[in-house]
Each structure stands twice: as structure tokens, then as C-alpha cells.
């Protein structure tokens, strides 16, 4: 079974901060890991994922995450936030294929407020 | 332009009355899901089809029902729909997740049963 943890329902910034959103993982098998934004009224869309490799993933927008496997970690980074970065995040585990079909499992998303 | 397409974007509807909303992708993706999205709950998995007459339950399946008969469309049935299912719900395709080509989303369909 797999589940997903993310820390914090709201995050707040100011523009130009670092942007950090918390995830941990839970996962029998090695997990491929993935963050999501939502933008007001719109559908889900990927911003970055691990599958195998290398454990630091560069993703659109300038945000990047890194994987941790001894601390179940995928937290998502970005070094400056932008107004335009003012979203809701969703963390999602899969188990790559394997009994659940590669299903996506989700947190529960961190909204994200940038303050001008 | 590839996309999976939902309709309708909003909908209400009053309880009991049986209600379909369409999902359609022209990637030719095998794997298509439902998802319903609540506050503080994330995403859950409705149900799922990993191709054409191939579908199964996901964590939320009840009260729902889907079928795949073309692998381009994959509705979403609510035969007696009731307040507990008013949800921002989305559909998803992936050519196969499995090798983690990702999902494609939808934009969604706000239902309100009332």
C-alpha cells in the first residue's frame, strides 16, 4: 500500500522567498514520485517526477525536488517564488506498475499564497 | 492538440437523477482513471480501465459506475447521485503508467447535487 503525506495544508510566502512544500512517502516497493499544481479552475498539471536516476529532479517554472529515500522525502523547492506561483500542490506516489497498476496515490495538497 | 476532454465543466443536478459525465482522449492512451477531489482529502481514485472492456474499482467506487467501450471514452455514471458525491471530479489518461509516461488531466467537472 502506498500513501502520500503532504505537511502543511496552506503555505504562505512572500515574493521572492524560497518556496518550500513538504512530502513524505510511504511505499512497499521503490516509488516513483511526482508533484502536481493546480491552478484556480483548472485540471492537474506535472510539474516534475522521479522514476529512477538521478535523486535531484528539475521540473517547469524553475521548481525542483529531491528525492530521499532514508527519509521518505520528496519535498518541492523553489529558490524565488513568483505571484504567478500562487497554486494548490499535490505530492502522488505510484508504484510504478506493479499490483496497483501504476495508480496514483495523492496527499492532500498544500495550498500555496504568494504575498507581494 | 493532445487532451482529455470533460463535459460538462459544471453541473447541478437535484438527488437521484441519473446523471453522465463524458471523458474523452485523443492520445490513444490504454489506461484512463476517475478521480473526485474534496478539501483536505486530495485526489481518490474512482474507478479505473487499463483498456478497452477492462475496468475495476479504485479506492471510492461507490455510487459510481464507468465503462470503456471505445479507448478513446471512458463516462462516469451516476445512476442515483446524492449529496455525499458533490465533488470536483477529474479524468486522467496515461499511455501506461506503469512505465510512468505520467497522466494527463483533465479540467474537470464541478458537480453539485443538491
Known amino acids: 500500500a502506498q500513501s502520500v503525506t503532504q505537511l502543511g495544508s496552506h503555505v504562505s510566502v512572500s515574493e521572492g522567498a524560497l518556496v518550500l512544500l513538504r512530502c513524505n512517502y510511504s511505499s512497499s516497493v521503490p516509488p516513483y514520485l511526482f508533484w502536481y499544481v493546480q491552478y484556480p479552475n483548472q485540471g492537474l498539471q506535472l510539474l516534475l517526477k522521479?522514476?529512477?536516476?538521478?535523486?535531484l529532479v528539475k521540473g517547469i517554472n524553475g521548481f525542483e525536488a529531491e528525492f530521499k529515500k532514508s527519509e521518505t522525502s520528496f519535498h518541492l523547492t523553489k529558490p524565488s517564488a513568483h505571484m504567478s506561483d500562487a497554486a494548490e500542490y499535490f505530492c502522488a506516489v505510484s508504484d510504478g506498475g506493479g499490483t496497483s497498476y501504476g495508480k496514483l496515490t495523492f496527499g492532500q495538497g498544500t495550498i500555496l499564497t504568494v504575498h507581494p | 492538440e493532445a487532451q482529455v476532454t470533460q463535459n460538462p465543466r459544471y453541473l447541478i443536478t437535484v438527488t437521484g437523477k441519473k446523471l453522465t459525465v463524458t471523458c474523452s482522449q485523443n492520445m490513444n492512451h490504454e489506461y484512463m482513471s476517475w478521480y473526485r477531489q474534496d478539501p483536505g482529502l486530495g485526489l481518490r481514485q474512482i474507478y479505473y480501465?487499463?483498456?478497452?472492456?477492462?475496468?475495476d474499482k479504485g479506492d471510492v467506487p461507490e455510487g459510481y459506475k464507468v465503462s470503456r467501450k471505445e479507448k478513446r471514452n471512458f463516462p462516469l455514471i451516476l445512476e442515483s447521485p446524492s449529496p455525499n458525491q458533490t465533488s470536483l471530479y477529474f479524468c486522467?489518461?496515461?499511455?501506461?503508467?506503469?512505465?510512468?509516461?505520467?497522466?494527463?488531466f483533465g479540467s474537470g467537472t464541478r458537480l453539485t447535487v443538491v
Open positions: 486522467a489518461s496515461s499511455l501506461y503508467p506503469g512505465l510512468n509516461y505520467g497522466y494527463t
Open positions: 480501465s487499463m483498456n478497452v472492456e477492462v475496468t
Open positions: 522521479y522514476t529512477t536516476g538521478a535523486t
